[in-house]
């Protein structure tokens, strides 16, 4: 049974960082394509980054209100993926989840992803 598993959210004051892990078992992503997404009280949920392969090479990209402040990146030998976010703003308060795909190339649409976790609150106070 593949699970995903984050970790790592709570309270932070806007400019502070926090850093989420998601831990997966049941089956190895490291070549596969892993993503995080987010959804806000009253809101759909949202693309926040994802990691892929092509060819070989790893690329990860960002949606346009987190680049430059989130960090995604990926330990295979744990098979978990870290979000690092910095310069947080209490815009980013939100429920924080984790989705691996089964193929390579990852989206940033839920439906591109097979498999998710249960999220990790994310709170940033003004």
């Known amino acids: 049974q593949v699970q995903l598993v984050e970790s790592g959210g709570g309270l932070v004051q806007a400019g502070g960082s926090l850093r989420l892990s998601c831990a997966a078992s049941g089956r190895t992503f490291s070549g596969s394509a892993m993503g995080w997404f987010r959804q806000g009280p009253g809101k759909e949920r949202e693309f926040v980054a994802a990691?892929?392969?092509?060819?070989?090479?790893?690329?990860?990209y960002y949606a346009d209100s987190v680049k430059g402040r989130f960090t995604l990146s990926r330990d295979n030998a744990k098979n978990t993926v870290y979000l690092q976010m910095n310069r947080l703003k209490p815009e980013d308060t939100a429920l924080y989840y984790c989705?691996?795909?089964?193929?390579?190339?990852?989206?940033?649409?839920?439906?591109?992803?097979?498999?998710w976790g249960q999220g990790t609150q994310v709170t940033v106070s003004s």
């Open positions: 989705a691996g795909a089964l193929l390579n190339t990852g989206g940033s649409y839920p439906k591109d992803y097979d498999y």
């Open positions: 990691i892929t392969w092509t060819n070989g090479r790893q690329y990860t």
